[in-house]
């Protein structure tokens, strides 16, 4: 399985950015993708996860209604919208992939970086 970030970026203070992450699938499905973020000096934190099955989400309490996941089947495309930008909302964003029967999320994206000046 191959994850592949996109759409980080420099922005201000306010502004948004969408992020992409583009799965390919091949012998089994996913259970739930997710992103984190990892700050400079910090662990690598969840931000948002999705059931893929269900649909359902859950959100950091740092994100709540600045943020919304969401995923396109057709298009096996994992989305992170995020509006109202703060600067720390600075760090690296991964998209993971927990397969259906694993109790861990397996696979990563290689990171994008998403910087929000003040």
């Known amino acids: 399985v191959e994850l592949v970030e996109s759409g980080g970026g420099l922005v201000q203070t306010g502004e948004s950015l969408r992020l992409n992450c583009k799965v390919s699938?091949?012998?089994?499905?996913?259970?739930?993708m997710a992103w984190f973020r990892q700050a400079p000096g910090k662990g690598r934190d969840l931000v948002a996860e999705i059931s893929v099955g269900s649909g359902s989400t859950v959100y950091a309490d740092s994100v709540k209604g600045r943020f919304t996941i969401s995923g396109d089947n057709d298009k096996n495309t994992l989305y992170l919208q995020m509006n109202s930008l703060k600067p720390e909302d600075t760090a690296v964003y991964y998209c993971?992939?927990?397969?259906?029967?694993?109790?861990?999320?397996?696979?990563w994206g290689q990171g994008t970086q998403v910087t929000v000046s003040s």
């Open positions: 699938l091949r012998a089994f499905t996913a259970d739930t």
């Open positions: 993971g992939l927990r397969p259906m029967g694993h109790p861990m999320y397996d696979y």
